[in-house]
């Protein structure tokens, strides 16, 4: 009887183990999965939060910048003419050509190529400009100065000469904001 007994308590000891082994495996299997969802949903808030900060980084930065661009975009303003202030530009190279005794005649070709944020627009033209070797390097030396109020690339000229003059007859490109 003795046996049976400590056999009976043997087996019922034997089970209440295992049947605490297999209550704390699922446990921590349930418990796991939950700890892994919240740890995902928490390193995923953690990471909107540090791009938002960094958003909000970059934006005060921006601003503290902004009086400095307003002072380029101020010098870009008097150095580069709006597409309409393009208008102007035969007339002010005929009065240019006046100056120093050169007769000039432009005409704008081909397709406007419209400015964005970061790139100057564009306009093509063609010229030519007639008048003596010292007369006509004074007057390519004006084209090309600062305040001029016009920002001019010259892409091809040709020279040619009758004896007395030179025509110079060209292709360049002027850039707009």
Do not use: C
């Not at 796991?32 to 960094?54: H, L, P």
């Not at 070797?133 to 920002?151: A, V």
């Amino acid at each position: 009887m003795v046996k049976k007994r400590f056999t009976r308590q043997l087996w019922i000891s034997f089970g209440v183990v295992v049947a605490s082994i297999a209550v704390a495996a699922a446990a921590i299997s349930f418990f796991s999965g939950s700890f892994s969802a919240q740890a995902d949903v928490i390193t995923k808030d953690r990471e909107e939060v540090q791009e938002n900060t960094d958003a909000v980084a970059d934006l005060a930065q921006l601003e503290a910048a902004a009086p400095q661009a307003a002072q380029y975009q101020a010098a870009i303003d008097q150095l580069l003419p709006d597409q309409y202030g393009l208008v102007t530009y035969t007339q002010w190279l005929a009065q240019l050509g006046a100056k120093y005794n050169v007769s000039t005649n432009a005409a704008f070709q081909g397709s406007v190529v419209t400015s964005t944020e970061t790139t100057a627009g564009t306009a093509q033209f063609s010229f030519s400009a007639k008048g003596s070797p010292d007369n006509l390097t004074t007057f390519l030396k004006g084209m090309n100065d600062k305040t001029s109020g016009f920002l001019v690339s010259l892409t091809s000229f040709d020279v040619t000469s009758d004896g007395t003059n030179e025509t110079v007859t060209g292709q360049g490109i002027l850039f707009f904001h």
